[in-house]
């Protein structure tokens, strides 16, 4: 089974600038999560998609906002960047249904965005 | 606030070695935990998840854990030097977000 799939991997913005970044999960999965890792905050969670419906939100300024296709692929925007928002965007993905082990999450190899 | 703490290390263990990673969570509400592992420059990897009080063995590999006083381990038996990298421990409640900890990094001395 091929893994989370994360496009691009690497992207230079200025700030005031837009970016979209892409998530394909794992097959058969419907749970799409992300995540923003920097040096000083560690791993941080942004939101959580399930059948095309954010499911779960974590505290983050509205700029960023994502969105999840009916095949469950998933993008993370994020409006108006900020230099603050330099950091390595992380996507997971999980089957998204009720039992403990199928909370487990599998994660891409991430978006590196560098604001300029 | 929902934390997730861990030793931060750095943790240095020589070749052969028990490590023992350490977690502690502040939400009665977590339900699972688990512990990814994490090279430099690369995204987390799952090693295991754990939502039983006790032990979990899988390989080299054991996850502890104990609800009552809000604790989760990792212990890595016969440590190698690509057991390297950074230690996530991330605890799960009902609203499926993970809460990871800062990692704690682990040298494996050859």
């Known amino acids: 089974k091929a893994g989370v799939t994360q496009t691009p991997r690497y992207l230079i913005k200025t700030r005031g600038q837009q970016v979209t970044l892409s998530c394909s999960p794992i097959?058969?999965?419907?749970?799409v999560s992300w995540y923003q890792q920097t040096p000083g905050q560690g791993l941080q969670f942004l939101f959580e998609?399930?059948?095309?419906?954010?499911?779960n939100k974590g505290n983050f300024p509205g700029r960023f906002s994502g969105r999840q296709f009916s095949n469950s692929r998933s993008e993370m925007n994020v409006s108006t960047l900020e230099l603050g928002d330099s950091a390595l965007y992380l996507c997971?993905?999980?089957?998204?249904?009720?039992?403990?082990?199928?909370?487990?999450?599998?994660f891409g190899p991430g978006t590196r965005l560098t604001v300029l | 606030q929902k934390e997730v703490e861990q030793n931060s290390g750095p943790l240095s263990v020589p070749e052969g070695a028990i490590a023992s990673l350490n977690c502690t969570y502040s939400?009665?509400?977590?339900?699972?935990f688990f512990w990814y592992r994490q090279y430099s420059g690369k995204s987390p990897e799952l090693i295991m998840f754990?939502?039983?009080?006790g032990d979990k063995e899988d390989g080299r590999f054991t996850a502890q854990l104990n609800k009552a006083s809000q604790y989760v381990s990792l212990l890595i038996r016969d440590s190698q030097p690509s057991d390297s990298a950074t230690y996530l421990c991330?605890?799960?409640?009902?609203?499926?977000?993970?809460?990871f900890g800062s990692g704690t990094q682990l040298t494996v001395l050859p």
């Open positions: 754990i939502y039983s009080n």
């Open positions: 997971a993905s999980s089957s998204g249904g009720s039992g403990y082990s199928t909370d487990t999450q599998y």
């Open positions: 097959s058969g999965h419907r749970s």
């Open positions: 939400d009665r509400g977590s339900q699972s």
């Open positions: 998609y399930f059948s095309e419906t954010q499911r």
């Open positions: 991330a605890a799960s409640g009902s609203a499926r977000q993970l809460t």
